[in-house]
């Protein structure tokens, strides 16, 4: 099984160096062609099941996966769950990014045994079930935040049994997340037979097949005069739409070997 967990597009909070956390952020109209492209990257892919935050910048990511891969004979709608959102950050909410003798005291901040709490809530609750139970062949895609993808990160280091990959040693830290960037891991039952009536994480083990990948944004580019910066308007059409049919560009299916 293909496991994606996939940091959200850009969002207006993203471009005004903003500490975006709780808020309830729009993509930039770039961020909604950043959305596009990877969602047609995985489009081949089996996807059966699509979660997100339920803070709006993930959750349209999220939709246009859905959207690309809803055209076989299932149907793949986003699973929004308030444990993948971001870190609140207190007092620090819709504050510029700046040096700490510049920013305000922070209060309110949500702990980090908070967070971790909320990673392992979800790999209990809605993952593990998943891995136990689902078709070896089909494809979990986890759309999330930067704070919070490393916590399910390092919650599921805690829980797998990982194979000889030569990424590995890359989840014991601090992971970079790029909008749109994805970690890619590959899930594998060790036992056929084991029972799936439980959460068996000691039965499954898992390899690194990429970090951070985002091969899909390949050639794209922000519109100028500030338009790729502004918030996404869905009714409006999107400058792909005034262009002729692209050029085909060599396949970019990340997963395409697979």
Sequence with gaps: MHLLLIRHAESVDNVANLYGGSRDAPLTAHGALQARRLASSLSRLNVRHVFASNLQRASQTAQAICDACNVSAHEVKVVQVP??????????????????????????????????????????????????????????????????????????????????????????????????????????????????????????????????FTAHLNGLRKTRGGIGSAAYDKRQRTIEKFLAAPRKRKAEDPLRDC
Excluded: C
Excluded at 143 to 156: E, P
């Design 83 to 212: 444990y993948l959102r971001e870190k609140h950050f207190g007092t620090w909410e819709g504050v510029k990014f700046a040096s700490s003798s510049k920013r305000p005291l922070q209060t309110g901040a949500e702990t980090s045994e908070s967070i971790n709490n909320r990673a392992h809530a979800f790999l209990d609750v809605y993952l593990g079930p998943l891995l136990s139970t689902s078709d070896p062949n089909s494809s979990v895609v986890i759309v999330s935040h930067g704070i919070m993808l490393n916590a399910l990160t390092q919650a599921l280091v805690s829980k797998f049994s990982f194979g000889d990959s030569p990424s590995l040693t890359q989840l014991t830290a601090r992971l970079p997340w790029s909008n749109t960037g994805y970690l890619h891991l590959e899930v594998a039952r060790l036992e056929e037979n084991a029972s799936t009536t439980d959460v068996l994480w000691s039965n499954l083990a898992v390899d690194v097949s990429r970090v951070n």
